[in-house]
């Protein structure tokens, strides 16, 4: 198959695209170092400096013999999209070309415009670019699963029937996000809905929930070939600071009562969702969502379970209670369905002591790099 | 009090701004006349070349002594708002400052892009302006009826309580547009909720239906203080377009089988409902919506009732079914709730057949500058 991946040079699209690479798909890599910029201008950098794009294509080529094309593009300028997707003639694109932090959102209105702009900017150019130049082709959107908030009843799998005065309807689940960020994805996934149903497109929307893992199987244990870990405020997932943490000796900072439940994944298990949906296209016309986690944890289950693989590595792991810099319920109902994606066949690796400890591990063996004054929040928005 | 209209030269702006003004308000009226390029783009100028804002408010002051304060500013640009914000200090803003007309939403690429951008644009800028300089100041952005669409369920105003499976909380409700600009305004109202959840502001949301009506009390018959009035297909509402239709000799295009209902009323209705709106601000920290609209009829119905006032004028009117360019169901059932407007103090006037009459007299004293070429639908999106 032929797989455009916008935003190829982040942590989920580069092991997305070595994913899809390995298997013998033509991928071609869209980016414009937009995260990497905003890493640098927020003193965020990833633990280790990871090679761009080209340097990246050509060690994995050396690696495995596979190809991955790739280019430098704004996926948000007028019709950029456009002229790529009329050259590549994609039979799928797989979009991650957001700005995905939310603390970098609520930092202000510069941050906010730009995330507003660029995510909403880059779902309407995909769209765009299929309806003008590649009809047939499946867009799999990355959203989140903090779309949804955390309400009362339980979470379904993007769209809700409604009993209502002796009527009932089917709609798009009621959204709620906790962020400009969250806020953002919502917009896209309302965009997206309206264009797959007004124009018979094929469109997949992912409520993913955090990921976390320092590397996939396609990079071989090459650390070049790992995606940017980030271990800081902004963009790093909780987990994967919470293993920076234990091994660099800051105390794993839980935010409030650490009672927030979330569906978290395995960084090897996104690309497994990816590929289960990429060849599984839904009907056209209707946008299809799945919720794309396996397991779920409260964030202080998370501190004592990554607290627990410390102490079997001899480490000292204190966990320290600080004020939520968050707007966030930290103690709520929480039941979202995710059977779609089981259904599709995923087999989903749990989150095992082994993982943790190889994450942990990583970052020992770089501890020197890690900056301890980039890990407690730096944004408030409560 | 200290009122702003974003869109201050608009259909409902300008009628917006003499109403407050009139009744001894400080009125600042901001427009960038987007719309007025965009008739010109298009061709679809209205009826009357209406004169630019510093000629309407010097026309306005010599008839009635009051004062409109004008800016030509672009809401949309980084940053414009809030400066204007830090000067005039509004006690409440009025949100019109968006592209309005589904068909020229559905164009093409340039079009979409443009209502996307300015519509978003204008209400991020405009929610900035009131954290950065006017926290107190109460929103009231105009959104859409047709951010529900035609579900077959009652549609109530803004919020739903859902119960379901045992459990039951409340959700903005559902919203599903049949165009760009409907699903523009759905992200719109997406945003302020969240904004105004996230930081305790003062905001209303009017989702309102078509206006009708050539002018207000305001232009005491004064016809340089009309509003631009569209008997196009593109921004022409539909009994407005109607009267153009009856008063030029133009049959009646009724898209499809008419049946489609919807909740109209009239421009001084418009006016009517904004003056108790802005009298009563909600709590803050909770999106307030109304459902603004007074009576609901289908598009058969309005064509009758213009051949009939016509009749009584001695035209003959006839009535002409035409494919719906527009993607809506024609058979579906509608009852939207209404009362919030009535509660706060609004008496509604009901389309009569004056009215009627002196729209289409209006039309018929400027005949001939009809231009009959631009009441056919230009734009198709089934």
Same mark, same amino acid.
């Given at each position: 198959?032929?797989?455009?991946?916008?935003?190829?040079?982040?942590?989920?699209?580069?092991?997305? @695209?070595? #994913? =899809? $690479?390995?298997?013998?798909?033509?991928?071609?890599?869209?980016?414009?170092?937009?995260?990497? *910029? /905003?890493?640098?201008?927020?003193?965020?950098?990833?633990?280790?400096?990871?090679?761009?794009?080209?340097?990246?294509?050509?060690?994995?080529?050396?690696?495995?013999?596979?190809?991955?094309?790739?280019?430098?593009?704004?996926?948000?300028?007028?019709?950029?999209?456009?002229?790529?997707?009329?050259?590549?003639?994609?039979?799928? @694109?797989? #979009? =991650? $070309?957001?700005?995905?932090?939310?603390?970098?959102?609520?930092?202000?209105?510069?941050?906010? *415009? /730009?995330?507003?702009?660029?995510?909403?900017?880059?779902?309407?150019?995909?769209?765009?670019?299929?309806?003008?130049?590649?009809?047939?082709?499946?867009?799999?959107?990355?959203?989140?699963?903090?779309?949804?908030?955390?309400?009362?009843?339980?979470?379904?799998?993007?769209?809700?029937?409604?009993?209502?005065?002796?009527?009932?309807?089917?709609?798009?689940?009621?959204?709620?996000?906790?962020?400009?960020?969250?806020?953002?994805?919502?917009?896209?996934?309302?965009?997206?809905?309206?264009?797959?149903?007004?124009?018979?497109?094929?469109?997949?929307?992912?409520?993913?929930?955090?990921?976390?893992?320092?590397?996939?199987?396609?990079?071989?244990?090459?650390?070049?070939?790992?995606?940017?870990?980030?271990?800081?405020?902004?963009?790093?997932?909780?987990?994967?600071?919470?293993?920076?943490?234990?091994?660099?000796?800051?105390?794993?900072?839980?935010?409030?009562?650490?009672?927030?439940?979330?569906?978290?994944?395995?960084?090897?298990?996104?690309?497994?969702?990816?590929?289960?949906?990429?060849?599984?296209?839904?009907?056209?016309?209707?946008?299809?969502?799945?919720?794309?986690?396996?397991?779920?944890?409260?964030?202080?289950?998370?501190?004592?379970?990554?607290?627990?693989?410390?102490?079997?590595?001899?480490?000292?792991?204190?966990?320290?209670?600080?004020?939520?810099?968050?707007?966030?319920?930290?103690?709520?109902?929480?039941?979202?369905?995710?059977?779609?994606?089981?259904?599709?066949?995923?087999?989903?690796?749990?989150?095992?002591?082994?993982?943790?400890?190889?994450?942990?591990?990583?970052?020992?063996?770089?501890?020197?790099?890690?900056?301890?004054?980039?890990?407690?929040?730096?944004?408030?928005?409560?």
């Amino acid at each position: 198959m032929r797989i455009v991946i916008l935003g190829g040079d982040g942590y989920l699209g580069w092991p997305t @695209a070595m #994913h =899809f $690479a390995s298997r013998g798909d033509e991928v071609l890599a869209l980016d414009n170092y937009l995260r990497r *910029r /905003l890493a640098r201008d927020t003193q965020s950098e990833p633990l280790l400096a990871t090679p761009e794009l080209p340097a990246r294509c050509a060690r994995f080529a050396a690696l495995t013999g596979k190809h991955i094309e790739h280019r430098i593009v704004d996926c948000a300028e007028d019709g950029a999209l456009t002229r790529v997707f009329a050259e590549f003639r994609p039979d799928a @694109a797989v #979009h =991650f $070309a957001e700005q995905p932090s939310a603390p970098y959102s609520m930092r202000g209105h510069d941050e906010a *415009r /730009l995330t507003l702009r660029n995510n909403i900017g880059t779902t309407f150019e995909l769209i765009w670019a299929v309806k003008r130049a590649a009809p047939q082709c499946h867009i799999v959107k990355l959203g989140s699963m903090g779309e949804y908030g955390t309400p009362d009843i339980d979470i379904e799998e993007g769209w809700i029937e409604i009993a209502h005065k002796g009527r009932k309807d089917r709609f798009l689940y009621p959204r709620a996000g906790g962020s400009l960020y969250h806020t953002s994805k919502i917009l896209d996934t309302d965009l997206l809905e309206f264009e797959t149903r007004a124009n018979g497109l094929y469109a997949t929307d992912l409520m993913q929930g955090p990921v976390y893992g320092h590397c996939s199987d396609e990079a071989k244990g090459d650390e070049t070939l790992f995606p940017h870990f980030h271990y800081d405020d902004l963009f790093g997932t909780v987990i994967n600071r919470f293993a920076a943490q234990a091994a660099s000796g800051v105390p794993l900072t839980v935010y409030g009562k650490g009672h927030q439940r979330r569906g978290y994944l395995d960084l090897r298990d996104t690309l497994q969702c990816l590929a289960l949906v990429v060849a599984a296209p839904p009907p056209p016309g209707k946008l299809r969502v799945f919720n794309q986690f396996t397991e779920i944890f409260s964030v202080l289950e998370l501190a004592e379970r990554v607290r627990e693989v410390g102490r079997q590595l001899g480490l000292d792991v204190p966990i320290r209670a600080i004020g939520n810099p968050r707007r966030e319920r930290d103690e709520h109902y929480y039941r979202p369905a995710h059977d779609g994606l089981l259904k599709l066949g995923l087999k989903p690796r749990w989150l095992s002591d082994d993982r943790l400890a190889s994450m942990i591990e990583f970052v020992q063996r770089h501890r020197d790099a890690v900056d301890r004054t980039r890990i407690l929040p730096r944004v408030s928005w409560v």
